[in-house]
Each structure stands twice: as structure tokens, then as C-alpha cells.
């Protein structure tokens, strides 16, 4: 079974810019989850989406958005870049299958840097 | 406000040893925990995982014990060994409402397995 998958896995923006990130969960995963990680402040929940709801909310501003797509793949979208936005982006599925469980899958993550 | 900490940056121990690796939590209402393993460039893989109503779940070499009580929970690997060198996250969430699909980690502990 192909893991989760995210593309681009580098990326080099400029400040002002925007940028999309893409995340393909495990097939049969409807949960995504995104993940801001950076040396100083750790793994942070950036949201959650089920079923093209997004369902959870970290305290990131507005600039930061995504959406979840009908076949479960999901994009996250930064307007305006700053330079505090480089960061590398994880994205983790989950089976959601209604055991509780919740151990979330994570892709490779999408290392921004923004200039 | 850090609700998961992981107050050491950093660990070394002997090839053959136990390695222990600390989390403390804030937020009461957490009642599922969960250990994750990271490499360079890759993103975290799922270990181990403990619910409130447990104290204790093994699995292999790794063993997580949670004190409730004292909001702390630990994870031991027994052997160490030097493919154990990665950082380690400890993350926790609380059941129910979907809200267990958003995860609160720490900071993460470098764990260096000397052989």
C-alpha cells in the first residue's frame, strides 16, 4: 500500500508570494492533517479535513488555508509569504474507520523556504 | 502556553542500554498519547500509543508507562540500539468529536545510540 505522498518536497518562494502544497493520503484514508514544523516551535496543528469539511483548527492566522478534494487528496494554501512561514510542511492521513484509533500516517513533508 | 513538553533537547546512551525518553502534559482533558520516531527528511513514524485508562502498553522493545496523576508519561527502549538514533515526539489528543484527529506535540528529544 503506497504511503502518503507530498509534492513539492522543496520549494523556494520569495516574501509576498503565495504557495500551494499537495498532500495524497494512504488510499482508503478520508482524515488529513497538516503540520507546521520548525526548530523552534515544534510539530504545530495547522487543520484537519474529513470529508472536504475541514473539522479541526489550529491558531495559525488566516493567511494559512486548505481544502480536501472529493478523492481525499488534500491542498494547503499560504498567502503573503513571510520569512517565519519556512518551515517544513508535513501532511498526515488517518483511516478514520471509527476504532478510535488515531494514529496518523505522515508523508515526507514539503520543505519551504522562503527568501 | 506549551501543553506537551519534552524538557531535554537531547539524549545519548550505549548500544545494549535503556533509553528513556520524558513528556509531560499541561491540558487534563488528554486521554490518548502517542510516540513518534523521525529522521532527517522523512516524516514521523507511528511507535507506540497509550490510552488514559492504561498505565502500560508494550510492544517489542518499546514500552510506554503513563502517570495520569502526574500528567507524565515516558517511553523505554530496551536494548538500544545505534538504528534507534532518530528524534523522538511525544503527542497527545483527546478522544471524541473528531477532536482526536488533531494532535499536540512536543518538541521532540534527540536520542543518540552510541555503539
Known amino acids: 500500500k503506497a504511503g502518503v505522498t507530498q509534492t513539492p518536497r522543496y520549494l523556494i518562494k520569495t516574501r509576498g508570494q503565495q504557495v500551494t502544497l499537495s498532500c495524497s493520503p494512504i488510499s482508503g484514508h478520508r482524515s488529513v492533517s497538516w503540520y507546521q514544523q520548525t526548530p523552534g516551535q515544534g510539530l504545530q496543528f495547522l487543520f484537519e479535513?474529513?470529508?472536504?469539511?475541514?473539522?479541526n483548527k489550529g491558531n495559525f492566522p488566516g493567511r494559512f488555508s486548505g481544502r480536501q478534494f472529493s478523492n481525499s487528496r488534500s491542498e494547503m494554501n499560504v498567502s503573503t509569504l513571510e520569512l517565519g512561514d519556512s518551515a517544513l510542511y508535513l501532511c498526515?492521513?488517518?483511516?478514520?474507520?471509527?476504532?478510535?484509533?488515531?494514529?496518523?500516517?505522515f508523508g515526507p513533508g514539503t520543505r519551504l523556504t522562503v527568501l | 502556553d506549551q501543553q506537551v513538553k519534552q524538557n531535554s533537547p537531547s539524549l545519548s546512551v550505549q548500544e545494549g542500554r535503556i533509553s528513556i525518553l520524558n513528556c509531560d502534559y499541561t491540558?487534563?482533558?488528554?486521554?490518548?498519547f502517542l510516540w513518534y520516531k523521525k529522521y532527517p527528511a522523512e516524516g514521523p513514524t507511528f511507535l507506540i500509543s497509550i490510552s488514559s485508562i492504561k498505565d502500560k502498553n508494550e510492544d517489542g522493545r518499546f514500552t510506554v508507562f503513563l502517570n495520569k496523576s502526574a500528567k507524565h508519561l515516558s517511553l523505554h527502549i530496551v536494548p538500544s540500539q545505534p538504528g534507534d538514533s532518530a528524534v523522538y515526539f511525544c503527542a497527545a489528543s483527546r478522544f471524541g468529536g473528531g477532536s482526536n484527529y488533531k494532535l499536540t506535540f512536543g518538541k521532540g528529544t534527540l536520542l543518540t545510540v552510541n555503539p
Open positions: 498526515a492521513s488517518t483511516s478514520s474507520a471509527g476504532t478510535g484509533i488515531n494514529e496518523q500516517f
Open positions: 479535513y474529513f470529508s472536504e469539511t475541514q473539522r
Open positions: 491540558n487534563s482533558m488528554f486521554d490518548y
